[in-house]
């Protein structure tokens, strides 16, 4: 079942006398499957992040459409898009965005607060995410006295409680050692394996080797995609960082 | 490096980081032209003329001294925000590869082109307002306006030197920031984790406790002798709460609601709450600063504003006639018709025609009030207590009916009438004389106080009792007289002359005439018979009063405003805190799926809640610290609770429009820089 249907997506960001005009996005369209985990790669400056932008709902298109089960999202009114990001959406951000007056447990309520449920209900669903992502025993803390790794799950923990269609992350292991990481994309591959759609914008070869495709994005088009299909991890991580390599070194789309 | 660089880079940097350097600059310009006025004012030739001028001047020497050491307090305040807010911008100067003494050396041109500009300023704005100043000055001391312009030159180095020296200290501590700092840090400086604010439970108890008491002071305390001797104490306890709690108790309150679960998981309380409780902590001591200010200011105001409104009716008490005299008999049985014919006579002697004399007499003698209309006359030493004193003023009724009381009906015997300034009056009154016996009356009922004028501003509380004629008032006398032996009361006569001419020469001759011979006339030769007295011409008075309530009321608006300054520049630098790190916050909010709408209500909210709960708590100060006011104003004779009240209110609403405005006018910044 289509999940999300992208479609023409432009985006032109002009400056505020009408001078400059920037294309970041030309012509972008792809569907994402039920269960799906797709990863997006591009240099800085590709437009992967206004493309996470819009597909969040924080940035509108100059033309084109998002469907999320069908519906546009860029015809959802502001009035209602709050409660749309909260309801359908999750997020997992490089520096995690947990907000620093707040305890760990509270910063994983805000969206359910947020919505108008009480703690009981709150604490049910809490309850076995937060085993799953081990932080039990940290919910009382607050984020500046917990690792960065923790912080991230609490911050995943965050994106699943409101049990999302969708969870956008944007560079999730970009403040990360390498442990950290590895055991936050083994979280990500267990989650999708559950049935939770996962897009994830990355720099990080390792990171988006974890994903069952891969999206490569150059001046703001979608440039290239491998499926990993029947791929190893060692295999898929090559044929990234090979793509990768091709896409720095200025190759033109040949496939 | 050339010299050049630095100047121009230190220019540079006061232009880009305007927001932050223009009020200081404002501070500086405000605080130096407020001096310079005040510090003129107490200088200048033309008030040295002026009758009274010793009030004019004292005010304004006090005046000038608390400026000095206010704008010491806010000019380093506002330095050390500067200086925080830059120091990413410093370390920034450091990684880039200048050296600790470039950067000193670059900040100290800032400084100084900071300081001179804004002292050079102040000087300007001082000099140009001062005529203004004058002008209201003898405008409110109701004193004609003299010609010219004036600038004192030794006040201006005076003023220049003093601020140098204040701005020489900020440089210094500028300086050692410099010296002691560590790039690093600095850089990250402004990123460090929050802990969550902790709430002391001692500390909270200690400031219910401390405000409770300096409340329980300002209720209950009943004279005016003890207001000023619990007066500073009460503040003192106050200011001590008032700082706990901004600093504690409102942390405590917020983490008592917090460990409510069903009140804190609600949507509107659960992003407020949490909010509320950091952003408490970070600004505790500057709102408590804040509310410090406004109390002050609205404290003072009401004060002076309630005196100078009050004026004519203090008048009116303490010199109820064109010229009051009053005489004490050494011996009881001295006859005051003979009084009343020396004084019109000798009134008439110094060139002024007398329209009408009258006068009564009485007697004025220490009881304690032991409750229940029970009074009682105790040998001992009143002094050691003094609540419950009271002068007792024992009027013979068909004497001061004409003067006093027009509206009373005469008392029987055993009977009488009884004025004072508490709330209740009992239905009987005794007085115990011990070894003199004990007077016992009825109290019939009335509608007016009244008052006589020779205890219209004293210290001690009066109550006057009103009897039927003058066997009352010898009773009276004897029985005190067997009670405090040598130590006795002796009765006293007051003289009331009215001329038929109002101005301030005839009675201020015919005062002076009076005062310098009425003794020695009444004496005779020889013998004295009669004891001090005292001679009030109401126009010489009236001028003395309105110097003294008018420089009280001018410097009383003047500190106002320079106060007001103070807090409002407080509040201006909060907002620009608060707005740097909300921005962060707002953001993420957004991210988690609040909408921009609601982030930008709550965090309203929790902003208006947060500048103006010193308001709110200073309203609170004032609602308390009324009572005692009202018993100090007594010192001044200002009676009139119900017109004090009135000036009280008017005062505060100024003041609070005046907040509002300066609330509104700083969240702009704030909104500027949040979104």
Redesign the interface.
Known sequence: MVMLEVNNLKKVYTSRFGGNKVQALTDVSFSVEEGEFVAFMGESGSGKTTLLNILASLDRPTSGYVKLMGEDITAIPDSRLAAFRRENLGFVFQDFNLLDTFSLMDNIFLPLVLSGRNYAQMKVRLNPIARRLGIDDILNKFPYEVSGGQKQRAAVARALITDPKLILADEPTGALDSKASDNLLNLFDEINGDGQTILMVTHSVKAASHAKRVLFIKDGRIFHQIYRGQMGFEEMFQRVSDTLTLLTTGGEKDE | MSKHIFAKMAVQNIKSNRRIFFPYLLTIIGTVAGYYICLALGNDPGIMEMRGNAYVISMMNIGSAVILFFSAIFLIYTNSFVVKRRQKEMGLYSVLGMGKRHIALMLSVETLIIGAVGVAAGIGVGVLFYKLCLLALYKIVDFPVPFGFYVSFEMVSQTVLLFAVIIGFTLLSNLWTVMRFNTIQLMGSQK?????PKASWLLTLIGIAALGGGYYIALNVTTAVEALAFYFAAVFLVIIGTYLLFTTVSIAVMKLLKRN??FY???RN?IAL??M??RMKRNAVGLANICILSTMVLVMLSGTVSLYVGTEDSIESRCPADITSTVVFKDEKEDMGGIVDTVRLMAAESGARVERTAAYRYIAFAAMYQGEGAFTTDSGNYATNSRGVFNIVVIPYDEAKELLFPELTPPEKGQAYMAWSRETRPTRMTIDFGPGGVMAFELLSMEKNFVVSYFANDLTETCYLVVPDASGLMAAYDAQASRYGDEKSHIRCEVRTELTKKDYETQETCRNYLFENLRDRLNGDGENRFMSLRVDGRESYRREVYTMNGSFLFIGIFLGLIFVMGAALIIYYKQVTEGYDDRE?F????????????VKSSVRAQILMVFFLPLLVATMHIAFDFPIMLLLLRLFSITDGLLVAKCTGAVFAVFALLYAAVYSMTAGTYYKIVS
């Open positions: 460090a984790g929050e802990k969550e679960l069903r998981y609600k949507s659960f949490s909010g409780l950091y916050r953001k993420i909010m957004q991210q988690v799926g609040l909408s921009h709408k609601e």
